[in-house]
């Protein structure tokens, strides 16, 4: 799957656009995916980040959609009550730890990528 500018990510289908951004960062060896409202999506690959993922930004609505489709009512709940919360993830037939916060006003995300995913 492209991730052209033809389309906003994490708005039509966030498990998707999601799905293929952990593909790319686990070919890249990274170890974390940031998807931050207000950056380009990124992973850290050692101790150094990459190059963005994508042309634009994440904007907090696309960051906010993420979030509707990944948390379950009980875990949207926690997130507004305590600001940040960590969920499993899973993609496939992976699992995935993630944190998942607010940070200026919006919702943002770490996906932590296992060592025999990459």
Same mark, same amino acid.
């Given at each position: 799957?492209?991730?052209?500018?033809?389309?906003?990510?994490? @708005? +039509?289908? =966030?498990?998707? +656009?999601?799905?293929?951004?952990?593909?790319?960062?686990?070919?890249?060896?990274?170890?974390?995916?940031?998807?931050?409202?207000?950056?380009?999506?990124?992973?850290? @690959?050692?101790?150094?980040?990459? =190059? =963005?993922?994508? #042309?634009?930004?994440?904007?907090?609505?696309?960051?906010? %959609?993420?979030?509707?489709?990944?948390?379950?009512?009980?875990?949207?709940?926690?997130? +507004?009550?305590?600001? %940040? @919360? #960590?969920?499993?993830?899973?993609?496939?037939?992976?699992?995935?730890?993630? %944190?998942?916060?607010?940070?200026?006003?919006?919702?943002?995300? @770490?996906?932590?990528? =296992?060592?025999?995913?990459?």
């Amino acid at each position: 799957m492209s991730l052209e500018n033809t389309r906003l990510l994490f @708005i +039509d289908d =966030p498990l998707a +656009d999601l799905a293929s951004l952990v593909s790319r960062a686990q070919d890249s060896q990274a170890s974390r995916l940031l998807l931050l409202a207000g950056k380009h999506p990124v992973c850290r @690959i050692g101790d150094q980040l990459s =190059p =963005p993922l994508t #042309e634009d930004k994440l904007h907090f609505s696309q960051t906010e %959609s993420l979030a509707r489709a990944v948390l379950s009512p009980a875990q949207e709940e926690e997130l +507004d009550k305590t600001g %940040s @919360i #960590e969920i499993e993830l899973v993609l496939g037939e992976t699992h995935y730890e993630c %944190s998942v916060f607010f940070g200026n006003g919006s919702h943002n995300f @770490i996906v932590f990528l =296992p060592e025999n995913a990459r």
